[in-house]
């Protein structure tokens, strides 16, 4: 059974930062398309970033040069590394699966909530 | 960037009816477009995918058409558990956007 499980959200000061975690299970983290989607309190989703199986890496606008995704094979985990965290960050973030050759996310996880205030 | 945009925002509806749903796209995107539906507190649901696509496990009363810059969700019969948030997504090119989003609530 797919499952993934992010960690990592809390309270944190603006300017500081956080990593997200998403462990995944019953598929292979390395082999597929991984993306962070956001969500403010009250609002849309909003696509944040995603790496291929190749490796390559894109942003959303507005987190390119703060943000960095990554993974690490051996732990079957997503991550994202989240710097200079301004109030506008404050989302429930999850991790997808991306299908290859159609784009959409196939599988979600639960979403881990990061809260950007003084 | 691809701007989606929904309609309506929010829609009222009751058990039974059939209800649609219209997403525009800014640009052609030809039948890269998604649906997704979305419950209070949960993680969003893939429906349809490349259009008119329904993903596995969902229910024969979601459809979707269109291609190109015009689409449409279509819900046949509504039931109680269909009452939620529904989002486009294109993936015809980086970034992916989605829609605001429809509230769908019973009437």
């Known amino acids: 059974e797919v499952q993934l499980v992010e960690s990592g959200g809390g309270l944190v000061q603006p300017g500081g930062s956080l990593r997200l975690s998403c462990a995944a299970s019953?598929?292979?983290?390395?082999?597929?398309?991984m993306s962070w989607v956001r969500q403010a309190p009250g609002k849309g989703l909003e696509w944040v970033s995603v790496?291929?199986?190749?490796?390559?890496?894109y942003y959303a606008d507005s987190v390119k040069g703060r943000f960095t995704i990554s993974r690490d094979n051996s732990k079957n985990t997503l991550y994202l590394q989240m710097n200079s965290l301004r109030a506008e960050d404050t989302a429930v973030y999850y991790c997808?699966?991306?299908?290859?050759?159609?784009?959409?996310?196939?599988?979600w996880g639960q979403g881990t909530l990061v809260t950007v205030s003084s | 960037d691809i701007q989606m945009t929904q309609s309506p925002s929010s829609l009222s509806a009751s058990v039974g009816d059939r209800v649609t749903i219209t997403c525009r796209a800014s640009?052609?995107?030809?039948?890269?477009l998604n649906w997704y539906q979305q419950k209070p507190g949960k993680a969003p649901k893939l429906l349809i995918y490349?259009?008119?696509s329904l993903q596995s496990g969902v229910p024969s009363r979601f459809s979707g058409s269109g291609s190109g810059t015009d689409f449409t969700l279509t819900i046949s019969s509504l039931q109680p558990e269909d009452f939620a948030t529904y989002y486009c997504?294109?993936?015809?090119?980086?970034?992916?956007?989605f829609g605001q989003g429809t509230k769908l609530e019973i009437k």
């Open positions: 790496i291929y199986s190749g490796g390559s890496t």
């Open positions: 640009q052609t995107i030809s039948s890269f």
């Open positions: 997504q294109q993936s015809y090119s980086t970034p992916s956007s």
């Open positions: 490349a259009a008119s």
């Open positions: 019953g598929f292979t983290v390395r082999s597929n398309y």
């Open positions: 997808a699966r991306e299908v290859e050759r159609g784009g959409y996310f196939d599988y």
